[in-house]
């Protein structure tokens, strides 16, 4: 079936954009025109989503001109990022960097994350109010740690919070977001030669010593910094929003800690900020759902929708923090699945406890509908969150 155009706006700040909601109940599997006249296959189904990401015949190959996310800067001498690539080159490196971030090695970061959050809630307490807990703590938390991880000087996080929000806004015009690329990817090349001189503690220092080249590094570097902090304060700001919003919520979390885990589940789940995250490239003729996808076709694969699918999750509006959902698509699935979601989920879940536990008379200083959600870029969020206490 073919749908004339679709829209990755959300109208409601808790359902995905309304076009996604219309094509999962009306046509879950359908060839649809995106805004730029480009068509391609939209799956919304968590069944064919699943099926899809964990197809590596469904390339994310990025430098191909016709794979959905191609971008002027990718020429063929651009080297790629994780994201970008398709196996075995992407399980390689993949292999290499995935112990940095399991369960078990993250654990250490447990006592410095809980010290960051503290001194921004200190310094928040002490200021005046209300304060846009965006700048506060939000944004802040995520860029400090993946800083401190890779051995980026937070000094320099204007730099890069703004290189990265060029690179991911919808507004920006491929050549701003060519920049945004080539300006980040030169600060961590030259970031990358100081260690290569006086190696520090941190990723980056330890991936050279393990032999990785400072070439192959650059986009390594790259992809980490900009992954790893504006998605995760996107979370911060909008569970912060919600709880705040649906006050039984907050109570349930605040009366009960123990629930923090499966609140910060859920709401990952609830709002499955990537929006346009999933966009691969047909290699061969490849049949999902009954349907045949040709070679050469392009695909997008809804998580939001394949999030809120009944058949899954049973009654999938409701916000259920007792769900205990670890099925959902949120970080993805596949060869491709989120390397930073331990990070996010321990980021996510020392903040929240401690919002809570520190601030008990927090509230929103505007009006729930009133908030500036951030409705048209790549990832679902906050662009500001006035709070007082
Ligand atoms: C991949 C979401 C936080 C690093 C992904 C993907 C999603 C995602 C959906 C898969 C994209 C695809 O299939 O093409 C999120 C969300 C986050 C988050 C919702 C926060 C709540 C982080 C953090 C880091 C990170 C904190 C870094 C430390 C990465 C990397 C990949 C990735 C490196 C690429 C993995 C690969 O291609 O093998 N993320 N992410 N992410 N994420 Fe995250």
């Given at each position: 079936?073919?749908?004339?155009?679709?829209?990755?706006?959300?109208?409601?700040?808790?359902?995905?954009?309304?076009?996604?909601?219309?094509?999962?109940?009306?046509?879950?599997?359908?060839?649809?025109?995106?805004?730029?006249?480009?068509?391609?296959?939209?799956?919304?189904?968590?069944?064919?989503?699943?099926?899809?990401?964990?197809?590596?015949?469904?390339?994310?190959?990025?430098?191909?001109?016709?794979?959905?996310?191609?971008?002027?800067?990718?020429?063929?001498?651009?080297?790629?990022?994780?994201?970008?690539?398709?196996?075995?080159?992407?399980?390689?490196?993949?292999?290499?960097?995935?112990?940095?971030?399991?369960?078990?090695?993250?654990?250490?970061?447990?006592?410095?994350?809980?010290?960051?959050?503290?001194?921004?809630?200190?310094?928040?307490?002490?200021?005046?109010?209300?304060?846009?807990?965006?700048?506060?703590?939000?944004?802040?938390?995520?860029?400090?740690?993946?800083?401190?991880?890779?051995?980026?000087?937070?000094?320099?996080?204007?730099?890069?919070?703004?290189?990265?929000?060029?690179?991911?806004?919808?507004?920006?015009?491929?050549?701003?977001?060519?920049?945004?690329?080539?300006?980040?990817?030169?600060?961590?090349?030259?970031?990358?030669?100081?260690?290569?001189?006086?190696?520090?503690?941190?990723?980056?220092?330890?991936?050279?010593?393990?032999?990785?080249?400072?070439?192959?590094?650059?986009?390594?570097?790259?992809?980490?910094?900009?992954?790893?902090?504006?998605?995760?304060?996107?979370?911060?700001?909008?569970?912060?929003?919600?709880?705040?919003?649906?006050?039984?919520?907050?109570?349930?979390?605040?009366?009960?800690?123990?629930?923090?885990?499966?609140a910060v589940e859920e709401l990952l789940r609830y709002f499955t900020i990537a929006e346009v995250g999933h966009?691969?490239?047909?290699?061969?003729?490849?049949?999902?759902?009954?349907?045949?996808?040709?070679?050469?076709?392009?695909?997008?694969?809804?998580?939001?929708?394949?999030?809120?699918?009944?058949?899954?999750?049973?009654?999938?509006?409701?916000?259920?923090?007792?769900?205990?959902?670890?099925?959902?698509?949120?970080?993805?699935?596949?060869?491709?699945?989120?390397?930073?979601?331990?990070?996010?989920?321990?980021?996510?879940?020392?903040?929240?406890?401690?919002?809570?536990?520190?601030?008990?008379?927090?509230?929103?200083?505007?009006?729930?509908?009133?908030?500036?959600?951030?409705?048209?870029?790549?990832?679902?969020?906050?662009?500001?969150?006035?709070?007082?206490?």
């Amino acid at each position: 079936m073919t749908s004339p155009t679709i829209s990755f706006t959300r109208t409601d700040p808790y359902r995905p954009p309304a076009d996604h909601v219309r094509l999962q109940a009306e046509a879950p599997i359908s060839r649809v025109q995106r805004p730029d006249g480009r068509r391609l296959w939209v799956l919304t189904r968590h069944e064919d989503v699943r099926a899809m990401l964990m197809d590596t015949r469904f390339s994310s190959d990025r430098r191909d001109p016709r794979h959905p996310a191609h971008m002027a800067h990718m020429g063929p001498d651009y080297k790629p990022g994780l994201i970008e690539m398709d196996p075995p080159d992407h399980t390689a490196l993949r292999r290499s960097l995935i112990g940095e971030f399991t369960v078990s090695r993250l654990g250490a970061w447990r006592p410095r994350i809980q010290e960051m959050v503290d001194e921004s809630i200190d310094a928040l307490l002490a200021g005046p109010a209300p304060v846009d807990l965006v700048e506060a703590l939000s944004l802040p938390i995520p860029s400090m740690v993946i800083s401190e991880l890779l051995g980026v000087p937070y000094a320099d996080h204007d730099f890069f919070q703004e290189n990265s929000a060029n690179f991911s806004r919808i507004d920006t015009t491929p050549e701003q977001k060519g920049a945004a690329v080539a300006n980040l990817r030169g600060y961590i090349a030259d970031l990358v030669q100081q260690k290569v001189k006086q190696p520090g503690d941190d990723l980056l220092s330890r991936q050279l010593a393990a032999g990785v080249s400072p070439e192959d590094l650059g986009p390594i570097g790259f992809l980490l910094l900009i992954a790893g902090h504006e998605t995760t304060a996107n979370m911060i700001s909008l569970s912060i929003a919600t709880l705040l919003d649906k006050r039984e919520k907050l109570e349930a979390v605040r009366d009960d800690p123990a629930i923090t885990v499966g609140a910060v589940e859920e709401l990952l789940r609830y709002f499955t900020i990537a929006e346009v995250g999933h966009q691969r490239l047909a290699l061969a003729d490849i049949e999902i759902g009954g349907v045949l996808i040709k070679e050469g076709e392009t695909v997008f694969g809804l998580a939001n929708t394949a999030n809120r699918d009944a058949s899954v999750f049973p009654e999938p509006d409701e916000l259920d923090f007792t769900r205990l959902a670890r099925n959902h698509l949120a970080f993805g699935f596949g060869p491709h699945q989120c390397l930073g979601q331990n990070l996010a989920r321990l980021e996510l879940e020392v903040v929240l406890a401690t919002v809570l536990r520190r601030i008990p008379t927090l509230r929103l200083a505007v009006p729930f509908d009133e908030i500036p959600f951030k409705e048209n870029g790549p990832n679902y969020g906050v662009n500001e969150l006035k709070v007082a206490w």
